[in-house]
């Protein structure tokens, strides 16, 4: 909580300071927590949105922003899993390291080199200020 700028619990805050700093971007790319939120995300999104990547995307950023990607964030995200997938599928050993970050169990009917991309796609999203600042 110190990463984001959070009160200890000992006192009682009015209104939090918007603060935007590296540590917090560093921290949400990182860390083992945010990576397996990202990866539990990437297979909600292909569960719960159909098999297109365009309804997955829109899915996983309504999820964490709160609000549809416009066609240019949607354009962005749909290049950035392209770029992911032909990484990950080409590269097994990175795949399975990043599938096994955290104890939430992977879904075994999912495509695993999907699913990584997804969770890189994912991790992306959610360091966008948006997710995390109430603005």
């Not at 909580?1 to 209104?15: E, G, L």
């Not at 997938?85 to 097994?92: A, L, R």
């Not at 969770?119 to 200020?129: K, L």
Request: with cysteine; hydrophobic share 40%; proline share 5%.
């Amino acid at each position: 909580m110190i990463a984001f700028d959070a009160p200890n619990r000992s006192v009682c805050t009015v209104k939090r300071e918007h603060t935007n700093t590296p540590i917090q971007a560093l921290t949400l790319l990182n860390d083992p927590e945010f990576m397996e939120a990202a990866r539990v995300l990437a297979q909600r999104m292909q569960l719960e949105a159909g098999k297109t990547i365009d309804h997955q995307l829109n899915l996983g950023f309504r999820l964490l922003c709160g609000r549809y990607p416009d066609a240019t964030e949607l354009n962005l995200l749909t290049t950035l899993f392209d770029r992911a997938y032909t990484k990950y599928e080409n590269n097994p050993e990175a795949t399975n390291a990043l599938l096994e970050v955290g104890a939430y169990p992977l879904n075994p009917k999912l495509d695993r080199v999907q699913t990584a991309a997804l969770t890189q796609v994912a991790s992306t999203i959610m360091n966008f200020d948006e997710a995390y600042m109430k603005r």
